[in-house]
Nanobody
Framework: QVQLVESGGGLVQPGGSLRLSCAAS????????MGWYRQAPGEQRDLVAR???????NYADSVKGRFTISRDNVKNTVYLQMNSLKPEDTAVYYC?????????WGQGTQVTVSS
């Protein structure tokens, strides 16, 4: 079982920045594929960014050039740096770990972009 704990969400004005963190349990973190997903009210949960164990990344088109995913395998933590935030980025953001064919989810952290 992998436990994931997100932090760093909050209220920010349009154009602002936030950094989300997700701390993972387990001694095999370096092998996890880690991802950030988001879900707005009434919408499905969509992939925002993903990083493989080798450090390869991919992003949703809507966040390319604004968001950066990274990982620290010593701290067992994955980050999502979000810049130039827009109101449409408002959602609950979830951390995901994929390992040996299983998916694990965090509890989610709210990000609200509003003036």
């Amino acid at each position: 079982q992998v436990q994931l704990v997100e932090s760093g969400g909050g209220l920010v004005q349009p154009g602002g920045s936030l950094r989300l963190s997700c701390a993972a349990s387990g001694s095999s973190f370096a092998f996890y594929v880690m991802g950030w997903y988001r879900q707005a009210p009434g919408e499905q949960r969509d992939l925002v960014a993903r990083i493989t164990s080798g450090g390869n990344t991919n992003y949703a088109d809507s966040v390319k050039g604004r968001f950066t995913i990274s990982r620290d395998n010593v701290k067992n933590t994955v980050y999502l740096q979000m810049n130039s935030l827009k109101p449409e980025d408002t959602a609950v953001y979830y951390c995901n770990a994929a390992f040996l064919g299983r998916n694990f989810w965090g509890q989610g952290t709210q990000v609200t972009v509003s003036s």
